[in-house]
């Protein structure tokens, strides 16, 4: 057995579940180099944020994942949960996008914050496939053994959750569907919220209601979309 750090006891929740996959020799190598590019220049989000998402979102929590690639790169934004930053912080154009199409979608006003935290406390796993990154150099990270471990993620969802709403927005996240058992699970897919791609099939795609009709219809309970001021 690896003797993890200290951070990985945001794991908690998970442990059980991906202790098998984290015992692996890569997974030690993964966190020997985001360790290493800690000590030779800024690397978010912050150590203590990494896994945000697992601790928010416990295993047997979970009724639906929104899929990201890798973590803002600038500073402040990044803190562990896909497409979220902290209140205070300006919002990044993607968020900006999902807002106006949730006001589109359900008629909720844009959030004066980006902070996502009220989203995963009801179920919704907010994971990037890459959960670390580079100061100001996106994809930084990628192919270093990230992938292996979130792929395993939605794997274990798929297989051992009952019922759960992914949703791939863009090629990248859509990639991920071959991990899906399609059987059991509702996919929700459309191009990605990034300004580049939202008016080529993201705005107007509908989600969150289709989100809440998806999990409705398995006899769960929605997602209260609206953020607490």
Do not use: C
């Not at 003797?3 to 984290?22: C, F, K, T, V, Y």
């Amino acid at each position: 057995m690896i003797n993890h750090p200290p951070q990985l006891d945001q794991l908690a929740g998970w442990r059980s579940i991906l202790d098998p996959e984290m015992n692996q020799s890569y997974f030690k190598s993964l966190l020997e180099f985001v360790a290493q590019e800690r000590q030779t220049g800024q690397v978010f989000p912050p150590a203590d944020e990494v896994f945000t998402a697992f601790s928010l979102t416990p295993f047997h929590e979970v009724k639906v994942v929104i899929l990201g690639q890798d973590p803002y790169h600038d500073y402040g934004q990044a803190h562990g949960l896909s497409f979220s930053v902290k209140k205070g912080v300006k919002l990044p154009p993607s968020l900006q996008n999902i807002f106006k199409e949730l006001q589109t979608d359900l008629g909720i006003p844009p959030s004066s914050h980006g902070n996502l935290s009220h989203w995963a406390g009801q179920g919704v796993l907010l994971l990037n496939a890459v959960l670390t990154v580079r100061a100001h150099q996106p994809n930084s990270h990628k192919d270093q053994g990230w992938e292996r471990f979130t792929d395993a993620v939605i794997r274990t969802v798929s297989e051992q959750r009952p019922h759960v709403v992914f949703v791939l927005w863009g090629r990248y996240a859509q990639k991920k569907i071959k991990l899906i058992d399609l059987k059991k699970h509702t996919i929700i897919q459309s191009a990605h919220p990034s300004p580049f791609s939202a008016h080529n099939g993201f705005f107007s795609s509908l989600p969150f209601s289709k989100i809440n009709a998806a999990l409705s219809g398995a006899g769960e309970s929605p997602i209260h979309w609206n953020l607490p001021q």
